[in-house]
């Protein structure tokens, strides 16, 4: 089992920056690929980041290329989503999750979730 608490959301205006934490416990924190996910009211849940096992290979939606950016460290269990220049469509609540098959960009693959952290960007 594999649990992932996310932190660092809030309100924040258009072309701010804002970072986001998810430290996980359980199982062996690098044997899984970690993901950023989405979710704005009356929306599915969509992909943003995400960065394999070791770190090594990261994959971004295009929405997001160029604003964001994933790291992890494995020391520390932690994952970061660093955003930059954010805009009023990045508004949503924002899942880190935990898949033990690899760097997917579809929510199917992924076996662990967080409670999701509020990220509201004001126009």
């Known amino acids: 089992q594999v649990q992932l608490v996310e932190s660092g959301g809030g309100l924040v205006q258009t072309g701010g920056s804002l970072r986001l934490s998810c430290v996980t416990s359980g199982r062996t924190f690098s044997s899984y690929a970690l993901g950023w996910f989405r979710q704005a009211p009356g929306k599915e849940r969509e992909f943003v980041a995400a960065t394999s096992s070791s770190g090594a290979n990261t994959v971004y939606a295009d929405s997001v290329k160029g604003r964001f950016a994933i790291s992890r460290d494995n020391a520390k269990n932690t994952v970061i989503l660093q955003m930059n220049s954010l805009k009023p469509e990045d508004t949503a609540v924002y899942y880190c999750?935990?898949?033990?098959?690899?760097?997917?960009?579809?929510?199917?693959?992924?076996?662990?979730w967080g409670q999701g952290t509020q990220v509201t960007v004001s126009s």
């Open positions: 999750a935990a898949s033990i098959r690899g760097t997917y960009t579809s929510t199917r693959y992924y076996q662990y």
